[in-house]
């Protein structure tokens, strides 16, 4: 029997496209002579719908178009599909009004429905918000054909699959779908996923999915999302493991794919078919090389999948010469086209002029257009209009955070005028640090790098430059600068970045203690600089852009710290 993984890239909300989606997967997959085809967790709406899920017109809308759906699935094909779905029993128990669910469409009907057991709630995390858990394991029967003995087929939704003790070492629920499912004697199971990425989740997902079908002795197809939904990027990477723990078959990352495997029950095997329409993934699609290749194709699809779902084909930002601004613009490049990328450089008189070279090395090198708009003439205005008030006063930030808050204003001006997306391009240490400015640097819709340390910026740089030059060397090696006062570094303010991101990693990603990180060799003055302005700056991180999550600890929906408060 042929069981397809239909790797889609939903849009939240767009019920009637998401089903269109659905329903071309389907038909390939019929082509191939597929009996069943699996789709993400909540592929009718896609995840996460948040509070769209509060409305009840959202979900009558839901149930109509897998119904239209259903009586379009090709009738030989039985296909799985992701949806929120009414829960029955919410006011007579007191539950919630929801379950996340799989529908089996087959023969033109919706013959069952599935609840998902495990309901994550940490991190980015907020099914039990909700959702009502499913209070049973989830298995249904399927006839490969007519004439042959049928299979006996479990279902899991993403979480459900990562409460295994064995793995994990603890486990975060009462109960173990997968362990459930093993018992019940199902041939084979499947799981319908939407999982973000981060930096090496992949190889997490594949030695979980792996450990899983070797300890239970059972074939797991993983189905997963792909695509970018805000702040979230989704990377697929969807796999086919037999039930000796071996890889047979994976779907590219960061695309949409489908990929097909050949189920046999006896002796129970799992094998690539061959033969295939185009359309199918024929080999194990490769792991990425290096982080630095994985992160660049997430934030590329991120940003591309941002602008394109916001209904904006063109980006705008700006380039000060200098090492984040120029991985922002070659990111933008690389999602949307280098004729759909303005550059604008904005030079004051305290901008050195390699920093306007540079720029200008680099709009060549990426072949996007530029402008170049000085900003002197707005600063003497402004200090003009401000001059009483400012009388007797020495210069400082509030006069360095104008030049920023001028660029903002002239690049929101740009962006509302020509309909283009602003993106910001403040890394994840400066918004730690609050080494930003509001309504200046922070401007735009999307903080494309907000989750990439400083470090790793250098390393992206660098990384793309591996066969030719992008990014101009001299942006890579000169000392970071905002160019705001005369002969202003970061390090005039900041610890050393390499110091700077260990002990930001070490606070946000491990929860670590001042002491913890004495005792770590980190000095006392360092340390307190640090935790400092990491708390301080939780009121500018509230009000910007949303960002680009890639590692498991990002300032987003998953880091929730109070703004007025002495910690």
Known sequence: ????????????GDLT????????????????????????????????????LLHADFIDRMQAQLTTLAAKIPPTLAVLVGLATPNPEAIAKGEKALHNSIALIDQGKVQHIFHKQLLPTYDVFDEDRYFEPGKQSNW???????TVAPLKIGVTICEDLWNDQAFWGKRQYEINPLEQLAEA??????????????????????????HGAQRYRTPILYANQVGGNDDLIFDGGSV????????????????????????????????????????????????????????????????????RKCG??????????????????????????AENVLGVLMPSPYSSEHSLSDAIALVENLQIRHEIIPIEPAMQAFETMLGDLFAGTEFGVAEENLQSRIRGN????????????????????????????????????????????????????????????????AIITKPPSAELRPDQLDQDSLP?????????????????????????????????QVLKLLHRAEFKRRQAAPGLKITDRAFGTGWRMPIACRW
């Open 140 to 146: 249904f029967f399927l006839h490969p054909s007519p």
């Open 1 to 12: 029997m042929k069981i397809a993984i239909a790797q889609l890239n939903p849009t939240i």
């Open 17 to 52: 496209g998401n089903a269109e989606r659905i329903l071309v997967a389907a038909e390939e997959a019929a082509i191939a002579n597929v009996r069943l085809l699996l789709t993400p967790e909540l592929s009718l709406c896609g995840y996460p719908p948040r509070d769209l």
């Open 410 to 473: 002239l690049l929101m001006a740009i962006a509302n005028k020509f309909g283009y997306l602003l993106v910001s391009t403040g890394n994840k240490s400066e918004m730690a640090v609050g080494y930003c400015t509001l309504y200046g640097d922070m401007n735009g819709g999307l903080a494309v790098i907000a989750d990439v340390p400083k470090m790793r910026v250098f390393s992206l740089c660098k990384w793309l430059n591996r066969d030719r030059e992008l990014i101009p060397p």
């Open 312 to 337: 904006f084909s063109k980006i705008v930002l700006g380039l000060s010469g200098g090492i984040d601004s120029a991985l922002v613009a070659a990111i933008a490049v690389a999602a949307v086209g």
């Open 240 to 307: 086919a493991f037999d039930r000796e723990g071996q890889l047979v078959g994976r779907s590219p990352s960061f695309q949409e794919s489908l990929l097909a495997v050949e189920f046999s029950p006896d002796p129970q095997t799992l094998s690539l078919p061959q033969g295939l329409p185009a359309a199918f993934q024929q080999t194990i699609s490769p792991e990425y090389d290096a982080d630095e290749a994985e992160i660049f194709a997430a934030l590329v699809l991120g940003l591309r999948d941002y602008a």
């Open 496 to 528: 050393p970045y390499p110091v700077l991101d260990e002990i930001l990693k070490r606070v946000i990603h491990r929860n670590q203690s001042a002491p913890e990180l004495h005792a770590a060799g980190y000095d006392h003055d360092t340390v307190a």
């Open 185 to 210: 004697g199902v041939d084979l199971i499947v799981n319908l996923s939407a999982s973000p990425y981060t930096v090496g989740k992949q190889r997490l997902r594949e030695g979980m999915l792996h």
